[in-house]
């Protein structure tokens, strides 16, 4: 419907495109499947149109203009749509427009909700607005990015961002996990690297979260050793060698608990660090002395161990086990990598 709808507006027709259906037939071959009748009017493209290819997929993005204006017609699927816009369309508009040159710096922070953010950096932000450039605050849960813009027509903008760059950073200290596109657990990665450190986990309420975030890192094997999800007591208690009595006198939700947790993992496993966590994730099982969202979690090294206790604002189980597991790597680089 939509290519027909196109070729209807802009006063043209279908043909068969020959680059895209031999394309077609060698994609379809590598999975040996036939190309049905269907596969093959993805080659059907619109005569008045500039393709745009598609790595991700079948069917080829189309580029068209008219009366100054550009169009463009993408497939559904988000990934193979993202694809093409990454790799041909915002590249080409680039090209065909003459657009401004918009600059941007972000700065990432853990731990500080956006509210308490904005009371710390108020006076810095207002000098910023009156400088011609603006703020955006861009929050996840447990996370919010700090994202500096302007447009810069003559080059006297880039020095003023980086400026006001500068001085935020001193605002906000260890609050800083990092900046541009990086992400917690590859800032973790890249310390330990660097300092040629490894890491084990013992982990209860988080459930794995925390190696699922380290080992999605690629060349995480150096540093990331392995890890015991010890969600049953009796695991804790005769795999991690944790104290029988000491569940039993402060629950598994217990200072004492991920202590020993995080200790005897690193033991076991001869890593530099170790993480341990043990909480209640909810949305059941909360009690009026450890309410949904308590959280206990401890880093250890061969000097010291550190223990942290959480409680999370989130009556919703998925938020609380990603934010207590990126609260516990936070812990990890603040008291150990920096």
């Known amino acids: 419907i939509t290519k027909h709808t196109l070729c209807k507006y802009f006063n043209t027709e279908l043909e068969v495109n020959t680059k895209i259906l031999e394309r077609l037939k060698e994609r379809y071959a590598q999975f040996n499947v036939p190309l049905n009748e269907a596969n093959q009017a993805q080659a059907l493209i619109p005569k008045a149109c500039t393709i745009l290819p598609n790595t991700r997929g079948s069917a080829s993005g189309m580029w068209f203009e008219r009366d100054g204006k550009v169009y463009i017609s993408l497939p559904g699927v988000p990934y193979e ?49 009156a400088k011609g450039l603006s703020l955006a605050y861009l929050p996840s849960p447990g996370f919010v990015r700090l994202r500096i813009s302007g447009v810069d027509h003559d080059g006297s903008k880039s020095k003023i961002i980086e400026q006001k760059f500068e001085a935020l950073l001193e605002l906000l200290g260890d609050a800083v996990y990092g900046y541009e596109k990086e992400i917690l657990e590859e800032v973790i990665g890249k310390l330990l690297t660097d300092q040629n450190k490894t890491i084990s986990l013992a982990e209860s309420c988080t459930g794995g979260t925390i190696a699922k975030l380290l080992t999605n890192i690629s060349g995480s094997s150096a540093y990331f050793k392995g890890g015991i999800v010890s969600y049953a007591n009796a695991i804790k208690i005769n795999i991690l060698n944790v104290s029988e009595s000491d569940i039993k006198t402060h629950g598994a939700v217990s200072q004492s608990v991920v202590e020993q947790m995080a200790n ?37 090294s061969a000097e010291k161990t550190v223990t942290k206790k959480y409680l999370l604002p989130y009556n919703n189980r998925e938020r609380n086990i990603l934010v207590a597991a990126n609260y516990a790597l936070e812990l990890l680089r603040k008291e150990f990598l920096i």
Do not use: C, Y
């Open 81 to 129: 749509m993202k694809g093409i816009l990454t790799d041909e369309g915002f590249p080409k508009l680039i090209q065909h427009f003459q657009t401004p040159n918009v600059i941007h710096r972000t700065i990432r922070t853990i731990g500080i909700p956006e509210s308490k953010l904005a009371e710390r950096i108020e006076n810095w932000e207002t000098d910023l607005k």
């Open 264 to 300: 005897n993992v690193r033991g076991m496993m001869g890593t530099d660090f170790s993480i341990s966590t043990s909480g209640i994730a909810g949305p059941t099982g909360g009690t009026e002395t450890k309410p949904v969202g308590t959280i206990w979690m401890a880093v250890s």
